[in-house]
């Protein structure tokens, strides 16, 4: 079993959809939770921290389930730009900044 | 400020060369470190330096070198190029000062194909 998992789609929606996206880890003891996002041919940006509280950033959602072991983004008003692939990612409990990346989720937004 | 650049952007090798990719950031970071992405898997770390003349493998070490002589640079060495080598490679730095959110900054990748 993958440490991270995600669906890698691709979503196909149209411009002002909302979409949501979850992920799940596997390493309970499991630190700190991430959402970067990759543009086609380009390196990997963080697009936003997870924090257990849920936390909100513009059109941008993001939820923390330790319970469940789960992570979710959710995309409001979703715009041509917001084309790209979203990586969930988990810093591990050991190893400073040892990240652990999913293989992310494909997400396609048409006019 | 250019963050974090990689040289070269492309490169074909044939299998045995060796060859260096270069990897420079110049905001004072500690941590560095070089992933892998290949289709259908994750980055994977390849090795990681948290300090000038510190380095430790990561996830997927055979077949590669690292050294750390200055902050600023994190080269990574292909012994022997083979061709499951053939991948994206991307470097990527952070502070290790802004405790477990601090976020990694990466270089543009380098794409690789060994034949």
């Known amino acids: 079993r993958k440490e991270v998992e995600q669906d890698p789609g691709p979503f196909n929606v149209p411009e002002g959809a909302t979409v949501a996206f979850n992920c799940t880890y596997s390493?309970?003891?499991?630190?700190?939770f991430f959402w970067y996002r990759q543009d086609c041919r380009k390196e990997p940006k963080l697009l936003m921290s997870?924090?257990?509280s849920g936390n909100e950033d513009g059109r941008f959602t993001a939820q923390l389930n330790r319970a469940s072991q789960y992570i979710s983004l959710l995309i409001r008003d979703s715009k041509l730009s917001d084309s790209a692939t979203y990586l969930c990612v988990v810093r591990k409990n050991t190893g400073f900044q040892k990240l652990v990346f999913g293989t992310g989720t494909r997400l396609l937004v048409s006019p | 400020n250019a963050g974090v650049t990689q040289t070269p952007k492309f490169q074909v090798l044939k299998t045995g060369q060796s060859m260096t990719l270069q990897c420079a950031q110049d905001m004072n970071h500690e941590y560095m470190s070089w992933y892998r992405q290949d289709p259908g898997m994750g980055l994977r770390l390849i090795h990681y330096?948290?300090?000038?003349?510190?380095?430790d493998q990561g996830e997927v070490p055979n077949g590669y070198n690292v050294s750390r002589s200055t902050t600023e640079d994190f080269p990574l060495r292909l012994l022997s190029a083979a061709p499951s080598q053939t991948s994206v490679y991307f470097c990527?730095?952070?502070?290790?000062?802004?405790?477990?959110?601090?976020?990694?900054?990466f270089g543009p990748g380098t794409r690789l194909l060994v034949l």
């Open positions: 997870v924090y257990s």
């Open positions: 330096s948290v300090g000038a003349g510190i380095t």
């Open positions: 990527a730095s952070s502070s290790l000062r802004g405790g477990s959110q601090e976020t990694q900054y």
């Open positions: 390493n309970s003891a499991s630190q700190s």
